[in-house]
């Protein structure tokens, strides 16, 4: 994968060979920065990029960094102007990935997040697939558990924190899957390693609540809109049983760099007719079309650049 030429680093825009910390970095330490991840999306007809939902990526960001008491003089607006410096700086024409971070930047040993010095830090890379299998992805039961709201804050995007991620994909993927299913302290389906997960049961659209540890993700509030107002779903969040999945019609996972996921097999049981169903299909379309600015109901959605 292909990274920017330029970052901005430490309140300029630099070459991104100058944008480095020290080994003795409180984040590189201890974890003690929080980040965001944004799309941008090519559309070749009309020669621009269009960059999605980054006021609502921006304000879950400054949401996390206010969780782990960090501070730093920007706000959304702020925020959207110096992506948009960023990406004027090396003319991408693909679709690309963002990745923001606000990090603890003082130097030296200690378990704290007060009287820290906060920093704020952005770079840009090509991206394509994030799960390879995309349309019909196997997955597994992860013996990892979610990380609880008690113990890290789970509605935050704490860098810390996805060492449990890495945990579930690791030993999932060592295992021949593609991804994995984690569970709450409660037993219910919470995410996959690092996204929201959704079940059609009944003709219903499920999703896992808010309060059961999930991330609070911008493109699960996409997906829920598009499948009530495009398809007209009825879309419930509820707590989700273990055993529900396996008889479900369909399922599939969201997130910034997954997109929309079609899980086709759960622990060797196949999800419906065991391939990717239609409305997985017709949401999958409807998606790409509203980030690639060729949906104008949805405009509001991207910033173009």
Known sequence: MDLSKHAFFEGKIVPLSEAKINIATHAFLYGTAVFGGLRAYWNEQKKRLFVFRPYDHFRRLLHSAKMMTMRIPYDEEGLIQLTLDVLHTDDWREDIYLRPTIYKADMGIGVKLHDLRDEFCMFVMKFQKYVRNDTDAHVTFSSWRRIDDNVIPARGKVSGAYAN?????????????????????????????????????????????????????????????????ELGLQVVERSIDRTEVFIAEEMFMTGTAAQIVAITKIDHRPIGQGGMGSITTRLRELFDDVVRGRNSSYSKWNLEV
Do not use: C, Q, W, Y
């Not at 409660?186 to 996959?192: A, D, K, L, T, W």
């Open 165 to 229: 991620s890495a945990l579930i994909k690791t030993d999932a993927n060592l295992s021949g899957f593609d991804e994995a299913l984690v569970l709450d302290h409660n037993g219910h389906v919470s995410e996959g390693s690092a996204m929201n997960v959704f079940m059609l049961r009944d003709g219903v659209l499920v999703t896992p609540p808010v309060t059961d540890n999930i991330l609070e993700g911008i493109t699960r509030r996409s997906v829920i809109e598009l499948a009530r107002n």
